[in-house]
């Protein structure tokens, strides 16, 4: 049988949904070898399976240790299609810098919302877990972000992100970067007493957001 683009996206979609890292990869090299244009097997194939994966999490139909198994079928498909991609896809992407704050350990949560933002069209610096306070603001400097992304479990290292708010604020970055922070003690309150300019309950809603200040800015 010969299958058409949309099968092919169809399978790549569903791979990711169904956690088949093998479907996955079978999928992306089939997009290839068809001569379909990689952006459009990630975009239309890959982030749509996520998007659903998402929805899924949203509705406690899916849970973290099935997010991170599609995940890991989406980056299976990933690793085939990104050699295809052109060289200047992603050059207008937004930056963000993510991590979770000193004293903090805990990341499935982070990785989750690295991925859904990678898979948004963002352009993603992890600066991993237990990450020192200056750090987030060395990154943004480096990289120019124009997004800060901070996570913790732990209501001991929650002041760590006022830290690094008055950090952007003495380097003259604040008004240049959002800052958006989550985790399991965080709340709006917490956030607002912060100056932080966006909370997120979980991966999904950060994504949301962020695309959602984009649309506004445009």
Do not use: W
Request: with cysteine; aromatic share 6%; glycine share 8%.
């Amino acid at each position: 049988m010969v299958l058409t683009n949309q099968n092919i996206l169809d399978a790549l979609s569903t791979a990711v949904v169904e956690m088949d890292e093998d479907g996955a990869k079978a999928a992306a090299q089939a997009a290839i070898d068809a001569g379909m244009g990689a952006f459009e097997a990630i975009t239309e194939g890959l982030v749509k399976g996520m998007n659903i994966v998402g929805d899924k999490y949203e509705q406690q139909e899916y849970f973290i240790p099935e997010v991170l198994l599609c995940s890991d079928a989406m980056l299976a498909g990933l690793e085939i299609l990104k050699p295809y991609l052109p060289k200047d896809y992603n050059q207008n992407a937004e930056k963000v810098v993510i991590g979770v704050v000193e004293g903090d350990t805990h990341d499935i949560g982070k990785n989750i919302v690295k991925i859904m933002l990678e898979t948004g069209g963002f352009e993603v610096y992890d600066l991993g877990r237990n990450v020192p306070l200056q750090a987030f603001a060395d990154k943004v400097e480096e990289v120019g972000a124009t997004v800060v992304a901070m996570a913790t479990l732990m209501t001991t290292t929650m002041d760590g992100m006022q830290v690094v708010v008055e950090e952007l604020e003495k380097r003259g970055l604040r008004d240049k970067v959002t800052v958006i922070i989550g985790g399991g003690p965080i709340s709006q309150a917490f956030a607002d007493e912060i100056k932080a300019d966006l909370y997120a309950t979980d991966a999904n809603v950060a994504v949301r957001k962020l695309k959602n200040r984009q649309e506004a800015v445009a």
